[in-house]
């Protein structure tokens, strides 16, 4: 089965520091991947997205994220986060043959400390 | 440019009501998807339509129906309302049922008393 998974529900950083939010899937098939940022009472904005080709995608906000085939992983990264960066992030999957409906992960919930 | 947009932002039913949420997809998209968020979780996918027709089918209770019309928006029924229903409902949508990229509306908060 299809899955995806963040591996911590928070994680809290001091601005400027750099940041990594962990996302692993699990599938057989072809997949597709992307990080949704969620601010709150707001809708999902995308990061970025893996569809094929180069491993380093570069998103908005300067964020960035690594697909790695054989740990199943796509970590999000950023350099240097500003307090603006607080937010709940998503990574999400869409896998071959499920008419692109996303698989979300239970989300990472980023606190930016002065 | 033009967003997902979704009614009513905001909605406050009582037990065993209906309700009806539209979504309205960026222009020349023809493919909707429905996902649920209750409090503190992640999105779950409920359904999803491509060219009017129902392309596939997630944890969507019998209880809820939806579709989607001859101009792409689509509807999503919600009847004998029950408390776990509150949930902040998400649509999304693309151009192309093989398309790799969904937007998202602002969603509709939907509250059950």
């Known amino acids: 089965a299809q899955s995806v998974t963040q591996l911590d529900s928070q994680v809290p950083v001091f601005e400027e520091a750099p940041v990594e939010l962990r996302c692993n899937y699990s599938?057989?098939?072809?997949?597709?991947l992307f990080w949704y940022v969620q601010y709150p009472n707001q809708g999902l904005q995308l990061l970025l997205k893996?569809?094929?080709?180069?491993?380093l995608v570069k998103g908005i906000n300067g964020f960035e994220a690594e697909f790695n085939k054989s740990q199943t992983s796509f970590h999000l990264r950023k350099p240097s986060v500003h307090i603006s960066d607080t937010a709940e992030y998503f990574c999400?999957?869409?896998?071959?043959?499920?008419?692109?409906?996303?698989?979300f992960g239970a989300g990472t919930r980023l606190a930016v400390h002065p | 440019a033009a967003g997902v947009i979704q009614s009513p932002r905001h909605l406050i039913k009582e037990k065993r009501e209906t309700a009806t949420l539209k979504c309205y997809p960026i222009?020349?998209?023809?493919?909707v998807y429905w996902y649920q968020q209750g409090p503190g979780q992640d999105p779950q996918f409920l359904i999803s339509?491509?060219?009017?027709?129902?392309?596939d089918k997630g944890s969507i209770p019998d209880r809820f129906s939806a579709q989607q019309f001859s101009d792409y928006h689509s509807e999503l029924n919600m009847s004998s309302l029950e408390l776990g229903d509150s949930a902040l409902y998400f649509c999304?949508?693309?151009?192309?049922?093989?398309?790799?990229?969904?937007?998202f509306g602002p969603g509709t908060r939907l509250l059950v008393l």
């Open positions: 999304a949508s693309s151009l192309g049922q093989g398309a790799e990229t969904q937007y």
């Open positions: 599938s057989s098939v072809s997949v597709y």
């Open positions: 893996y569809l094929s080709g180069s491993t």
């Open positions: 999400a999957g869409s896998f071959s043959g499920g008419y692109n409906k996303l698989i």
């Open positions: 222009p020349r998209h023809d493919t």
């Open positions: 339509f491509y060219e009017k027709m129902q392309s």
